[in-house]
């Protein structure tokens, strides 16, 4: 049967050429840029003799230089997408895109690649002393650094899972690189409960797309408003399993359960890695999908959110708590357990936001953790420089002042921010503005759960600090700190000093919307 001239006209399109779109390469230079810094240190890995090594953690380290720069370029305040859906007309909307470069992940991005930044610096003695290998430990953090860019610039299904995983992949090799015992069990932990969360997130994707038709997140929310009566069951189970997903990412309540031995079996650097940078990932996508996608469901994820934020916030300062001074590897498990008691904290304004039907609470979350992000890379940061010498308890960090004056303000000024206490101000101020959010969308229940928190938080916190201006039990020879490791805990406390001093720098994040 041949179509008749009307018929054929029918299918022509009025100009091809809109059909065929350009690549803003600008807007997705910093993942790209990290991308590449990945696949030249795996190239230079492989004509590098063995005495020249180290210099591939310098490499690492100005990839990820490079690509915060390429962040300033998007930093004016005129959103930039790509990838995007075209119509015969050649119109486009941000909502239909895959990659939307917008504050929200201008912000994020600027939390992944500075935290692995800091992590690439002191990883470079560790990578030495520790002698793990150099081209596959720095390939694999920038290749997780480069799903963490990605993630909180992607609008589609599709590709917040794409940019999850590689986030997460090469998280197990990083944590399963220290020849021993205690890493390759660390890694089968995070891998196993990972991969499962996986499954159970692609589960959940599938039935939102099949109730919907779509996998943007704003055409999600669309079908999701419009979905028709025998399709709703099968949209909020997947709405549901897609939230567990991303709820173990953040290391959430009943999800938490991996992340202390995974941290205490990894290097220390890739433990502060993954405490900053992997959950700086999963905390934008888990915005994301709900702020954006699920928004249908905003009372319905509020509340869950809510609850998951009280359990977390409560699970890891008892955890916390309990941890004793004289027991191996003590320092890392507290900072561990505080990891996803400050998770806790992170999803309080997410939970506002489904309360109040609009996305302007995620700016307490985005400056909550850029504000952890600095200190608590310091914090491991320190915990590296005392685990040469002293050991890895914290009974070992007793006397630190009086052995290693500035090693031992700088932690007692990190914990202090972490407690929220002068002169850590901005740990202060970024605990007000969380509040805030929660007062202001109503959940009264969860401030107060939040305020008991805090004064359990304040307890360990306020121990571990007296620790380091007490008498020592025995003597300790301290190590000189290599330049690499002494650079990033000075890096550290002077943005977190600066943010102390001008806090609106962070906080002003958490004025407006950021989409």
């Known amino acids: ?251 959430a309540v009943p ?15 890739v433990a502060g890695y993954l405490s900053v940078v992997g959950k700086a990932a999963g905390l934008s996508g888990l915005a994301l999908i709900t702020t954006i996608g699920f928004r249908p469901y905003g009372h319905t994820w509020g509340l869950a959110l809510a609850v998951l934020a009280a359990l977390t916030m409560t699970a890891g300062n008892v955890g916390a708590l309990r941890q004793r001074g004289s027991t191996a590897h003590s320092a890392v498990r507290l900072l561990a357990w505080s990891s996803i008691g400050q998770a806790g904290y992170l999803l309080v304004p997410l939970a506002a936001a489904g309360y109040a039907g609009s996305d302007q609470p995620i700016g307490a979350t985005v400056a909550y953790a850029l504000i952890y992000g600095v200190v608590n890379l310091g914090a491991f940061a320190v915990v590296a420089a005392v685990g040469r010498s002293a050991g890895s308890r914290l009974d070992d960090y007793a006397g630190l002042f009086a052995r290693r004056r500035w090693t031992a303000l700088a932690l007692a000024f990190f914990l202090l921010c972490l407690a929220g206490l002068p002169p850590g101000v901005v740990g202060l101020f970024g605990k007000v503005v969380v509040f805030r959010a929660a007062v202001d969308a109503g959940l009264g229940w969860l401030a107060v759960v939040m305020a008991v928190n805090v004064v359990i938080a304040l307890y360990y916190y306020l121990v571990w600090t007296a620790k380091l201006f007490a008498p020592a039990e025995r003597p300790v020879t301290d190590r000189r700190l290599p330049a690499p490791l002494a650079a990033t805990l000075g890096l550290t406390a002077v943005v977190a000093a600066v943010l102390s001093v001008a806090p609106q720098l962070v906080l002003q994040v958490a004025g407006g919307s950021l989409f």
């Open 1 to 251: 049967m041949t179509l008749s001239a009307p018929d054929a006209t029918s299918l022509a399109v009025a100009n091809p050429g809109t059909l065929v779109q350009s690549i803003d390469w600008v807007a997705i230079a910093p993942p790209l840029i990290a991308a590449l810094a990945a696949l030249g240190v795996l190239l230079a890995d492989l004509f590098l003799p063995a005495g020249r090594k180290k210099a591939l953690g310098w490499l690492t380290a100005g990839g990820l230089a490079l690509a915060l720069i390429a962040l300033l370029p998007l930093a004016t305040g005129h959103t930039r997408s790509t990838f995007c859906l075209r119509t015969v007309a050649a119109a486009t909307d941000n909502g239909l895109c895959s990659y939307v470069a917008d504050d929200f992940a201008l912000a994020f991005q600027l939390l992944a690649l500075g935290g692995a930044l800091i992590a690439a610096l002191f990883s470079v003695h560790t990578v030495e002393e520790e002698k793990l290998p150099g081209g596959e430990y720095w390939f694999l953090l920038l290749s997780s650094a480069t799903g963490a860019a990605l993630l909180p610039a992607s609008r589609d299904l599709a590709t917040l899972i794409i940019a999850l995983e590689v986030t997460s992949l090469p998280a197990f090799a990083l944590v399963g690189l220290r020849r021993d015992g205690r890493g390759a069990e660390a890694a089968l932990k995070f891998f196993l409960s990972s991969v499962t969360a996986t499954a159970v997130m692609l589960l959940g994707v599938s039935f939102v797309y099949a109730a919907t038709g779509s996998l943007h997140l704003a055409a999600v929310a669309d079908g999701l408003s419009h979905a028709p009566g025998q399709l709703k069951p099968l949209a909020e189970a997947g709405a549901a399993l897609t939230l567990v997903g991303f709820a173990f990412k953040v290391a």
């Open 255 to 269: 999800f938490h359960f991996w992340l202390p031995d995974t941290y205490t079996g990894a290097p220390v650097p």
